[in-house]
């Protein structure tokens, strides 16, 4: 990344609008209205077909504040597969989880969280006595459903608890574990089919024996399509609402404001976070370019995703995998372009950072905007408040310029543009002369860029906001003291966080 530092530029970025030439205009207002809180933003410690990284450095490349990309939560597999040969155990089975170790340790020396999702419950738990989901693309006579079998609902959670233990035990914790990666998608590779009832009635009826003991989290759903089906089956139920902690989902084949918007909004009503656990995003266009890496435009297009997941609701991104072409480190296979560079960043994670070094632990905030939108591309932007930071991201997917004119919510003091451009000029930083506080200026960003804005704000020292008091019993269910503790009651004359903003609890 490169740092400029060009003082009369960056000024003539706020100066008033008819000083400079014509660009297209959008007026874009900030707002204190608060959304969710960013947990963060993750990748799935595999190279292509699905195997562990082992080398750490590629981690450290990607993972921490201090990395290029910024990442914070990292994916794994939890195994169905026992070491080796090894004779199969009832009691005492011993499964293939150490090929993640090393990528664990490195991403929490990194401050990441950790997520283990399952692909398939072992064989000896299913129906088909197999790993595979059991589809034979090739001979559809010869496909079999694989599905929990009796013994599989007992064991299930007992056989978390064991994954849970063995990572703890290596020195590699986890911190969320899910049910089951894709519960609606009959595949060949290792998978398991559930239907809603079925999830809920796994979570229902043994889902208690699932060991919270060392702050482990359980997450449910992550449907292939983000069905809202599966999660709303977990949610509205008060005995699995209460097991589950967190709900999430894919979404291929569904825009992020589509199923997934409705998912966050029933899991949002019962104080549950939302995480996006797995997409890609391939080249459009001509399917036999599929081979070669992304060009700028398929970049914007992966912008405009983290961006809509951001308006969907949602407090965790995760993508698909972090070491391949597609992903954020190059893993130097042969492409026609010749851009996907051996353990090299990528732009995909360059873009990445745009959200993943900035966003985490923000709370996105409302904005309001004048419409814009072509033939050929849009505009797109979310705000997020963190401390003292107001932060601006926008998106201009379309050829020509724009000029923002921004509308604050509190008056700021200095600031950074960060803009990306193209496959080579990523994550440029320009700092903003702003000659005293205010809360109206007009930035402009370049045609097909990405843009992150970073402002100072004065005399604003939290990012949620106080709402008038009396109105505790409107605010959402989940509330907390102002030192992140959850409460269940609330002490009159006392201050909370409850649904994004800062509550004032009546006297008696």
């Given at each position: 990344?490169?740092t400029?530092?060009?003082?009369?530029l960056?000024l003539?970025?706020?100066?008033?609008?008819?000083?400079?030439?014509?660009?297209?205009?959008?007026?874009?207002?900030v707002?204190?209205?608060s959304?969710q809180?960013?947990?963060?933003?993750?990748?799935?410690?595999m190279g292509?077909?699905?195997?562990?990284?082992?080398?750490?450095?590629?981690?450290?490349?990607?993972?921490?504040?201090?990395?290029p990309?910024?990442?914070?939560?990292?994916r794994m597999?939890v195994?169905?597969?026992?070491?080796?040969?090894v004779?199969?155990?009832?009691?005492?089975?011993?499964?293939?989880?150490?090929?993640?170790?090393?990528?664990?340790?490195?991403?929490?020396?990194?401050?990441?969280?950790?997520?283990?999702t399952?692909?398939?419950p072992?064989?000896?738990y299913?129906?088909?006595?197999?790993?595979?989901?059991?589809?034979n693309?090739?001979?559809?006579?010869k496909?079999?459903?694989?599905?929990?079998?009796?013994?599989?609902?007992?064991m299930?959670?007992s056989w978390?608890?064991?994954?849970?233990?063995?990572?703890?035990?290596?020195?590699?914790?986890?911190d969320v574990?899910?049910?089951?990666?894709e519960p609606?998608?009959?595949v060949?590779?290792?998978?398991?089919?559930?239907?809603p009832?079925?999830?809920?009635?796994l979570?229902a009826?043994?889902?208690?024996?699932f060991?919270k003991?060392s702050?482990v989290?359980?997450?449910?759903g992550?449907?292939?399509?983000?069905?809202?089906?599966?999660?709303?089956?977990?949610?509205?139920?008060?005995?699995?609402?209460n097991?589950?902690?967190?709900?999430?989902?894919?979404?291929?084949?569904?825009?992020?404001?589509?199923?997934?918007k409705?998912?966050?909004?029933?899991a949002?009503?019962?104080?549950?976070?939302?995480?996006?656990?797995?997409?890609?995003?391939?080249?459009?266009?001509?399917?036999?370019?599929?081979?070669?890496?992304?060009?700028?435009?398929?970049?914007?297009?992966?912008?405009?995703?983290?961006?809509?997941?951001?308006?969907?609701?949602?407090?965790?991104?995760?993508?698909?995998?972090?070491?391949?072409?597609?992903?954020?480190?190059?893993?130097?296979?042969?492409?026609?372009?010749?851009?996907?560079?051996k353990?090299?960043?990528?732009?995909?994670g360059?873009?990445?950072?745009?959200f993943a070094?900035?966003?985490?632990?923000?709370?996105?905030?409302?904005?309001?905007?004048?419409?814009?939108?072509?033939?050929t591309?849009?505009?797109e932007?979310?705000?997020?408040?963190?401390?003292?930071s107001?932060?601006?991201?926008?998106?201009?997917?379309?050829?020509k310029?724009?000029?923002i004119?921004?509308s604050?919510?509190?008056?700021?003091?200095s600031g950074?543009?960060?803009?990306?451009?193209?496959?080579?000029s990523?994550?440029?930083?320009t700092?903003?002369?702003?000659?005293?506080p205010?809360?109206?200026?007009?930035?402009?960003?370049?045609?097909h860029?990405?843009n992150?804005f970073?402002?100072?704000?004065?005399?604003?020292?939290?990012?949620v906001?106080?709402?008038?008091?009396?109105?505790a019993?409107?605010?959402?269910?989940?509330?907390?003291?102002?030192?992140?503790?959850?409460?269940?009651?609330?002490?009159?004359?006392r201050?909370?966080?409850?649904?994004g903003?800062?509550?004032?609890t009546?006297n008696?």
């Amino acid at each position: 990344m490169k740092t400029l530092r060009y003082p009369i530029l960056a000024l003539l970025a706020i100066l008033p609008f008819a000083l400079r030439a014509a660009n297209t205009i959008i007026d874009v207002t900030v707002t204190t209205d608060s959304c969710q809180k960013v947990t963060g933003f993750g990748a799935a410690a595999m190279g292509t077909l699905m195997c562990p990284i082992t080398d750490d450095r590629l981690i450290d490349m990607a993972y921490g504040a201090d990395s290029p990309v910024g990442l914070n939560i990292l994916r794994m597999e939890v195994s169905p597969n026992l070491v080796g040969d090894v004779k199969y155990d009832y009691w005492d089975p011993v499964y293939d989880w150490q090929g993640y170790v090393k990528a664990v340790k490195m991403a929490r020396s990194k401050g990441a969280i950790i997520l283990g999702t399952p692909w398939s419950p072992p064989a000896a738990y299913k129906t088909n006595n197999d790993a595979s989901g059991g589809k034979n693309d090739e001979d559809d006579s010869k496909s079999v459903r694989g599905k929990l079998n009796a013994t599989g609902y007992k064991m299930f959670f007992s056989w978390l608890n064991n994954f849970v233990t063995y990572m703890k035990n290596q020195g590699a914790p986890v911190d969320v574990v899910a049910i089951q990666n894709e519960p609606d998608w009959w595949v060949g590779y290792s998978g398991c089919l559930y239907t809603p009832d079925e999830m809920h009635d796994l979570v229902a009826n043994y889902g208690s024996r699932f060991n919270k003991s060392s702050g482990v989290r359980l997450l449910g759903g992550e449907s292939f399509y983000f069905n809202p089906e599966y999660t709303d089956k977990l949610l509205d139920d008060e005995k699995t609402r209460n097991i589950i902690d967190l709900v999430g989902g894919h979404i291929y084949g569904s825009k992020p404001l589509g199923n997934m918007k409705t998912a966050c909004a029933k899991a949002t009503q019962y104080g549950k976070e939302t995480w996006m656990t797995e997409h890609t995003v391939d080249p459009l266009g001509d399917e036999k370019k599929i081979y070669d890496v992304p060009r700028w435009q398929d970049e914007l297009v992966f912008a405009e995703e983290l961006n809509e997941s951001m308006l969907a609701g949602i407090s965790g991104y995760i993508y698909w995998y972090l070491y391949q072409r597609f992903g954020m480190i190059g893993d130097g296979e042969s492409v026609p372009s010749g851009g996907n560079k051996k353990d090299e960043i990528l732009p995909r994670g360059y873009v990445m950072s745009h959200f993943a070094k900035h966003v985490p632990g923000a709370w996105r905030v409302n904005t309001k905007s004048s419409s814009y939108k072509s033939d050929t591309g849009a505009f797109e932007r979310s705000a997020y408040m963190k401390g003292d930071s107001l932060i601006v991201i926008a998106i201009d997917t379309v050829a020509k310029n724009i000029d923002i004119r921004l509308s604050l919510p509190y008056a700021v003091t200095s600031g950074k543009h960060i803009s990306s451009t193209s496959l080579t000029s990523l994550c440029n930083e320009t700092e903003l002369a702003i000659a005293e506080p205010t809360k109206k200026l007009t930035v402009t960003i370049s045609g097909h860029s990405v843009n992150t804005f970073i402002f100072k704000m004065q005399g604003a020292p939290t990012a949620v906001q106080p709402v008038t008091a009396g109105t505790a019993e409107k605010a959402a269910q989940t509330v907390y003291n102002l030192q992140g503790q959850r409460v269940t009651q609330m002490i009159p004359g006392r201050i909370y966080v409850a649904g994004g903003r800062k509550v004032v609890t009546p006297n008696e």
